[in-house]
């Protein structure tokens, strides 16, 4: 089973960029769908974007267009790159292998804000 640590979350302005990193312990970590998700204050954990193992990518709606997710498999890394950013993207952000039952890391704040 993987360990997830993320990193990258921080305060922005609208229309700003970040990037968030996901480290990953552990073996067959090529072999994880990774996924990022978000939680909103008041609202539920909602999938932004996945990438499987073969490198095909989803994303929701909201984000397409603006983020892309990215994975390095010599480097057991999973990456979102967050451009043109908006109020409505703050929340914090989980980094997730294995789907909703799999593995999470413990989060990281992203706050857009002026």
């Known amino acids: 089973q993987v360990q997830l640590v993320e990193s990258g979350g921080g305060l922005v302005q609208p229309g700003g960029s970040l990037r968030l990193s996901c480290a990953a312990s552990?073996?067959?970590?090529?072999?994880?769908?990774m996924g990022w998700y978000r939680q909103a204050p008041g609202k539920q954990r909602e999938l932004v974007a996945v990438?499987?193992?073969?490198?095909?990518?989803n994303y929701t709606d909201s984000v397409k267009g603006r983020f892309t997710i990215s994975r390095d498999n010599a480097k057991n890394m999973v990456y979102l790159q967050m451009n043109s950013l908006k109020p409505g993207d703050t929340a914090v952000y989980y980094c997730?292998?294995?789907?909703?039952?799999?593995?999470w890391g413990q989060g990281t704040q992203v706050t857009v804000s002026s």
């Open positions: 997730n292998a294995g789907g909703k039952l799999g593995t």
């Open positions: 552990g073996r067959f970590f090529s072999m994880y769908a």
């Open positions: 990438i499987f193992s073969g490198g095909t990518t």
